[in-house]
């Protein structure tokens, strides 16, 4: 049995894990692969300024940098903004996914030209982060935000029938007015409204978490990992330094 973690990104109780764990049901997956998902110690509240990107990577690092001694053969990140896969790569190598390059990549071989639909417009930078660090920034048509601040912990639980037609109206805004050929929603935690779009819209849907689940399965399949040209290890690793200071971080996410 193949075992892959998944790292959700903030801390969070098991009834709201729960939440993240219902992306497999979105997708097919071999029997022999295991999934378990596991919650950083400590998080940034959004994922808005520098700082918080710095603490994202740092909390996510110290979730999966023993992810090799403890017998998993992948990890995947669970956010869009692939806090943490360029560090982990660095320390593992097991294949490590992130959501975010990973469904550029595959609207790409599906279209010419994508948007992306999310709920907050301040998320903006790391979409355009990884387009540009992918040289693909004249194939991102829009990014249509809903401006809603995002619940990290309960999703989109109960809100179903305020939230579907805003964010159909902006992806078909995307579709007509933009251009866009694929449609990626922007966030992991909007997870719930991919059946909900998918058949309402024209154009191929992305889900970005249960995509990376497929990537995992591929890439164990072909025995493929990332570059260690690409992604050198560091001469003098620092894991327990890092797990002492997560540790103390932990004590103040309240």
Same mark, same amino acid.
């Given at each position: 049995?193949?075992?892959?973690?998944? =790292?959700?990104?903030?801390?969070?109780?098991?009834e709201?894990?729960?939440? +993240? &764990?219902?992306?497999?049901?979105?997708?097919?997956?071999?029997?022999? !692969?295991e999934?378990?998902f596991?919650?950083?110690?400590?998080?940034? &509240?959004?994922y808005?300024?520098?700082?918080?990107?710095?603490?994202?990577?740092?909390? =996510?690092?110290?979730?999966?940098?023993?992810?090799?001694?403890? #017998?998993f053969?992948?990890?995947?990140?669970?956010?869009?903004?692939?806090?943490?896969?360029?560090?982990? &790569?660095?320390?593992?190598?097991?294949?490590? =996914? #992130?959501? #975010?390059?990973?469904?550029?990549?595959?609207?790409?071989?599906?279209?010419?030209?994508?948007? !992306?639909?999310?709920?907050?417009?301040?998320?903006?930078?790391?979409?355009?982060k990884?387009? +540009?660090?992918?040289? =693909?920034?004249?194939?991102?048509?829009?990014v &249509?935000?809903?401006?809603? $601040?995002? *619940?990290?912990?309960?999703?989109?639980q109960?809100?179903?029938?305020?939230?579907?037609?805003?964010?159909e109206?902006?992806?078909?805004?995307? !579709?007509?007015?933009?251009?866009?050929?694929? !449609?990626?929603?922007?966030?992991?935690?909007?997870?719930?409204?991919?059946?909900?779009?998918?058949? $309402?819209?024209?154009?191929?849907?992305?889900?970005?978490?249960?995509?990376?689940?497929?990537?995992?399965?591929?890439?164990?399949?072909?025995?493929?990992?990332?570059?260690?040209?690409?992604y050198?290890?560091s001469?003098?690793?620092?894991?327990?330094?890092?797990?002492?200071?997560?540790?103390?971080?932990?004590?103040? *996410?309240?």
């Open positions: 049995m193949e075992k892959v973690l998944v =790292i959700v990104p903030f801390p969070m109780s098991e709201n894990l729960a939440l +993240r &764990r219902e992306q497999l049901k979105a997708v097919s997956v071999s029997d022999a !692969i999934f378990n596991r919650p950083v110690k400590a998080a940034p &509240r959004n808005i300024s520098a700082a918080d990107m710095v603490l994202a990577d740092m909390g =996510i690092l110290e979730a999966g940098q023993n992810a090799e001694k403890e #017998g053969s992948s990890v995947c990140v669970d956010t869009m903004s692939d806090s943490g896969v360029a560090a982990l &790569r660095s320390v593992l190598s097991i294949p490590v =996914i #992130g959501p #975010g390059r990973s469904s550029m990549l595959v609207a790409l071989s599906l279209g010419s030209r994508f948007s !992306i639909v999310t709920m907050w417009q301040k998320w903006r930078h790391f979409y355009d990884t387009a +540009r660090e992918l040289g =693909i920034g004249h194939a991102l048509a829009s &249509r935000s809903i401006d809603m $601040a995002p *619940d990290n912990q309960a999703l989109m109960g809100k179903e029938e305020a939230l579907f037609p805003i964010l109206a902006a992806a078909n805004a995307a !579709i007509e007015e933009d251009g866009a050929e694929v !449609i990626l929603l922007g966030s992991t935690t909007m997870h719930q409204a991919h059946e909900y779009l998918s058949q $309402a819209l024209n154009v191929p849907v992305i889900n970005p978490g249960p995509l990376t689940y497929k990537m995992a399965e591929m890439m164990l399949s072909f025995s493929l990992s990332h570059s260690r040209k690409a050198p290890v001469p003098v690793p620092r894991d327990e330094m890092i797990a002492a200071m997560l540790g103390a971080a932990a004590k103040f *996410d309240h």
